[in-house]
Nanobody, 123 residues
Framework: QVQLVESGGGLVQAGGSLRLSCAASGRTFSRYAMGWFRQAPGKDREFVAGISRAGNTYYQDSVKGRFTISRDNAANTVYLQMNSLKPEDTAVYSC?????????????????WGQGTQVTVSS
């Protein structure tokens, strides 16, 4: 069983930056692929970024060049650095873990989820 806890959300002006963190319990964190998803009010949850067990990264087109996902296996933590934030980035951001180690874009492919952290970008 893996528990995920996100932190780092908040209120920021457009053009600003935030760094989200997702701390995982357990000793097998390095085996997992990790993803960040977000859900805006009235919309479906969507894939934002992912990092595979091997360290390969993937991004939704709308965040490419602005967001960076990284992981620190020694600290059991995955990060999402978000720069040049836009009002349309406003959402609840959740991290998710996938035991098979590769990234998929479908949220159904993930085994563990955090509780989410709110990101609000004001115009």
């Amino acid at each position: 069983q893996v528990q995920l806890v996100e932190s780092g959300g908040g209120l920021v002006q457009a053009g600003g930056s935030l760094r989200l963190s997702c701390a995982a319990s357990g000793r097998t964190f390095s085996r997992y692929a990790m993803g960040w998803f977000r859900q805006a009010p009235g919309k479906d949850r969507e894939f934002v970024a992912g990092i595979s067990r091997a360290g390969n990264t993937y991004y939704q087109d709308s965040v490419k060049g602005r967001f960076t996902i990284s992981r620190d296996n020694a600290a059991n933590t995955v990060y999402l650095q978000m720069n040049s934030l836009k009002p349309e980035d406003t959402a609840v951001y959740s991290c998710a873990g996938r035991g098979l180690g590769n990234i998929v874009f479908d949220l159904k492919g993930y085994d563990y989820w955090g509780q989410g952290t709110q990101v609000t970008v004001s115009s």
